[in-house]
Each structure stands twice: as C-alpha cells, then as structure tokens.
C-alpha cells in the first residue's frame, strides 16, 4: 500500500512538475547528463545571502528523474547553502545506503525503492548531482559516469 502510493508520488511529480521551466535572472546554473539512458536537465538557482531564493529545472528524462528533480525544488527552495548542502548528502545516503533516518525528507522518501536498481540510482540523483555543480559554478556539464 505504501509502495503504491509512493509509486502514485512518482508518477504525478513525473507528469506534472514543480518548478520546472527556465529561470531568467538566474545567479548559478549547470547542465547534468545521464549518458546511460539519455536523461539531461538544467538547474537553475537564484541564490541571495547565502539562500536558495529560487530553484527551477527543465530537461528531458525518465519518469524517475524528472520526479527527482521536481521533489529536489520543492526540498530545497528556501534553504541556506549548509541545509542544502547536507540534503543533497543525506538524499544521497537514502539511496545508497541501507539507511531509513531521513524522515524529514518527506516527499523525498517515495524514491528510497531506487536503491534496490543500482542502475536507476543514477536517473534519480542526475538532478541533486547537477544542482551540487551549479553550486560550485562548474561550466563544464556534470555526468553520472
């Protein structure tokens, strides 16, 4: 029941998602890309005082990643660099790792049956590894090989 509705998250951050289009103005951007399976997106962030004032995305990918990447906005938007920073880590954890302590990422959660697909890990942390370079304003596009 549980890994039904986590499915049915999926499906509709996938069909439907936050914060997706491009963001003029943007202060740090960075282009990720899943050669694997071909799944690509931008970030773009509007950072001010060290917060993430505003977060957007767009791309082309699997149902997995554009998830990914619209639960990644809606975690992050409004967080300081630091809490980001360590979402971005504990997110990697959860799917990595056999690790279940990341209750406060909430909508995030409905992505921990990835790490059962080692290859799949790849189509949902593209997002969280390109939001990481646009960070440290890397120009060159980020892959997940």
Request: proline content about 3%.
């Amino acid at each position: 029941m549980l890994d039904d509705l986590y499915q049915e998250l999926i499906l509709d951050h996938s069909r439907h998602p936050h914060h997706y289009g491009d963001l003029p103005g943007s202060t740090h951007s960075a282009h990720g890309h899943n050669p694997l399976c071909g799944d690509e997106l931008f970030v773009y962030l509007v950072i001010e005082n060290a917060r993430i004032q505003n977060i957007r995305f767009q791309g082309e990918g699997c149902a997995i990643s554009k998830a990914s990447a619209s639960l990644m906005t809606d975690e992050l938007i409004g967080k300081t660099l630091q809490e980001a920073r360590i979402l971005f880590q504990e997110f990697h954890e959860l799917l990595t790792q056999e690790k279940d302590q990341f209750d406060h990422l909430v909508k995030a959660q409905a992505l921990r049956g990835v790490r059962e697909f080692p290859v799949r890990v790849k189509c949902a942390t593209l997002a969280w590894h390109t939001f990481e370079a646009a960070l440290k304003e890397q120009a060159a596009e980020i892959t997940t090989e």
